[in-house]
C-alpha cells in the first residue's frame, strides 16, 4: 500500500533573512529617490540654462535695435546741413556722441568706423588713427568697411606728413581682398613717390591704374601723369 505523500510546510523566514530583505528594500528606495533627485537636478540646470541663453538673445535683440536707432541718429546728424548758428564742429561733436553711445550698446565695424571719422573731421587725428587701428584689429576681413579705414589710415599719414606711413597702409589697402579703393591706392602711391622722387617707381604705380582699373574715375588723371612723363 502506497505511503501518503506529507505536505512539506514552507518554513518562516528567520530573522536574518527579513532583515535582509528590508536591508535590500531599503537600498532601493535610497536608489530611486537618489535618482529621481538626480532627474531633478538636471532637469532644474537645463531649465536655467535656456533661461539665460533665452535672456541673452533677448538682450542682444533689443541691445541691437537701440545701437539701429543711436547710429540711424547719429547718421541724419553727421550728414546734415548745419543749420544756421550751428558750426560744424558742433554737429560732428554730436554725430560722435551719438556714434560712441551706439557702439557701446551693441559693437558694429560701422560704428567704429563712424567713431574715427568724427575724430578726423574734428582734427583730433592721434585719436582718429587709434581708433582705425582697433578697428582693422577687430575686422580687418570686413570687405566693405576695412578699406574705408585703410584709406583714412593713409590720409592721416598724409596729413601727418608721414610718407612712409602713409605708402605702407596704401600697400595694405592695395592687397585687401576685394578691389575696392585698389585705384586710390595706386593712385596716392604714385603722388607720394613722385614728390619723394622716385619717378620710375611713380610710373608704374600709373601704369598698373591704368591697365587694371579702365573704369575707374582716376584713370584720366593717371593718363595725364602718364602722358606728361612720356613728353618730359
Known amino acids: 500500500m502506497p505511503k501518503p505523500i506529507k505536505k512539506r510546510i514552507a518554513k518562516k523566514p528567520t530573522l536574518d533573512t527579513e532583515a535582509e530583505v528590508k536591508e535590500k528594500f531599503s537600498g532601493l528606495k535610497a536608489i530611486i529617490r537618489e535618482r ?26 533689443n541691445a541691437r535695435q537701440q545701437a539701429t536707432k543711436l547710429e540711424a541718429e547719429a547718421y541724419k546728424i553727421y550728414y546734415s546741413v548745419s543749420p544756421q548758428g550751428t ?5 560732428v561733436t554730436k554725430a ?18 563712424y567713431i574715427a571719422d568724427c575724430y578726423y573731421e574734428l582734427g583730433r587725428y592721434d585719436e582718429a588713427m ?13 570687405e566693405r568697411s576695412a578699406p574705408l579705414a585703410y584709406q583714412k589710415m593713409a590720409m592721416i599719414h598724409i596729413v601727418q606728413g608721414d610718407i612712409n606711413g602713409a605708402l605702407k597702409t596704401l600697400d595694405d589697402l592695395y592687397h585687401l581682398q576685394g578691389d575696392i579703393y585698389k585705384d586710390f591706392s595706386l593712385l596716392e602711391s604714385a603722388k607720394l613717390l ?4 622716385k619717378t620710375d617707381e611713380a610710373k608704374k604705380k600709373y601704369d ?10 582716376f584713370i584720366e588723371e593717371a593718363k595725364a601723369k602718364l602722358l606728361e612723363k612720356k613728353e618730359g
Do not use: C, H, W
Not at 47 to 54: D, G, K, R
Not at 130 to 142: I, P
Open 194 to 197: 613722385e614728390k619723394a622722387g
Open 96 to 113: 560722435l556722441d551719438l556714434f560712441r553711445k551706439s557702439y557701446d550698446t551693441s559693437k558694429t565695424p560701422t560704428s567704429l568706423f
Open 87 to 91: 558750426n560744424k564742429t558742433e554737429r
Open 208 to 217: 598698373e591704374l591704368v591697365k587694371k582699373f579702365p573704369n575707374s574715375p
Open 36 to 61: 529621481k533627485n538626480t532627474a531633478v537636478t538636471y532637469g532644474t540646470v537645463i531649465i536655467v540654462i535656456l533661461l539665460a541663453v533665452a535672456g541673452f538673445f533677448t538682450y542682444s535683440y
Open 130 to 142: 587709434k581708433t582705425l587701428k582697433d578697428f582693422t584689429e577687430r575686422y580687418s576681413r570686413d
